[in-house]
């Protein structure tokens, strides 16, 4: 089963040090060794974001950030794992779950 790790920090990628980069790609490396399927990216900052919502037909285009608050989604993991124990497993060795934290989401499968 697939399970997203949705990776919440203060720090985005760009504000990591060359270690804690190296962190993250012996991560995904050791996730890749074990598990079939291994994905993952960071994310730009939330002040380049957009959020586009449609009321009344209209679409309203909103530039972020968005919520006030100190941890933000910097990136995430997609993992195949053969179940939620190995999934959670798999997050509390993500380097972000050491000063932020990780969401573990089960990706549902449709049709």
Known sequence: MKYLLLLFNEKTAIDL???EG????????AARARLDAVSGEALE?????????VRDGKAMVTDGPF?????RLGGFFLLD???LET???????????????VEVRAIQEVG
């Open 67 to 71: 919520i006030e608050t100190k941890e």
């Open 87 to 101: 999934a959670l497993e798999m997050a509390a060795k993500c380097p972000t779950s050491w000063t932020g934290s």
């Open 45 to 53: 900052p939330a002040r380049t974001a957009s959020v586009v919502r």
């Open 22 to 29: 190296q962190e993250y790609l012996s991560f995904r490396d």
């Open 17 to 19: 040090t060359p270690e």
């Open 81 to 83: 794992c053969p179940d």
